[in-house]
């Protein structure tokens, strides 16, 4: 009888420490705001405001669109994830309330610059990502890697 209470706690330790489960808190290491602009010069890589959405605030400025990046190198290699949540906090939603806001992966690599921008945006510096490149160039725009797609490259599923 002995022996057996043992096999069981064991077995049971075993598959315990074999099941367990773990929660992990991500804070994003970079972030930028993609502001609708056919210059492709407008960005706010290290201001402390994200911006997300539709605004009438600028003409030609109507879409803009965050990015954020999360080093996953903390995931331990074959751990399967079981479920994920992003919380957001808005904290000026204008006059239209609260809106639903959906998430894309980004399919290219892209930069976050120095620039600090207002829900307008600002000049682009040195790597920023803006809706026409991934990494800005101000001195030679025309050598900045551009996006697949104006506004960013994602995965549209």
């Given at each position: 009888?002995?022996?057996?209470?043992?096999?069981?706690?064991?077995?049971?330790?075993?598959?315990?420490?074999?099941?367990?489960?773990?929660?992990?808190?991500?804070?994003?290491?970079?972030?930028?705001?993609?502001?609708?602009?056919?210059?492709?010069?407008?960005?706010?890589?290290?201001?402390?405001?994200?911006?997300?959405?539709?605004?009438?605030?600028?003409?030609?400025?109507?879409?803009?669109?965050?990015?954020?990046?999360?080093?996953?190198?903390?995931?331990?290699?074959?751990?399967?994830?079981?479920?994920?949540?992003?919380?957001?906090?808005?904290?000026?939603?204008?006059?239209?309330?609260?809106?639903?806001?959906?998430?894309?992966?980004?399919?290219?690599?892209?930069?976050?610059?120095t620039s600090n921008?207002?829900?307008?945006?600002?000049?682009?510096?040195?790597?920023?990502?803006?809706?026409?490149?991934?990494?800005?160039?101000?001195?030679?725009?025309?050598?900045?890697?551009?996006?697949?797609?104006?506004?960013?490259s994602f995965d549209?599923?």
């Open positions: 009888m002995r022996n057996r209470f043992w096999s069981f706690l064991i077995s049971t330790l075993a598959c315990a420490a074999a099941c367990r489960a773990d929660t992990l808190t991500l804070t994003p290491d970079r972030d930028n705001t993609l502001f609708q602009s056919s210059a492709g010069n407008l960005s706010n890589g290290a201001g402390i405001a994200f911006y997300a959405g539709r605004s009438n605030q600028a003409a030609g400025i109507e879409i803009r669109r965050g990015l954020m990046h999360f080093n996953l190198s903390s995931i331990p290699a074959g751990a399967t994830i079981s479920s994920a949540s992003l919380r957001l906090v808005s904290e000026n939603i204008g006059q239209n309330g609260n809106r639903t806001m959906i998430l894309h992966r980004v399919l290219q690599d892209w930069g976050q610059g921008a207002s829900g307008a945006g600002t000049t682009a510096t040195t790597n920023d990502a803006t809706w026409l490149y991934r990494f800005f160039v101000p001195a030679a725009r025309t050598t900045s890697p551009a996006w697949t797609t104006p506004g960013g549209a599923a």
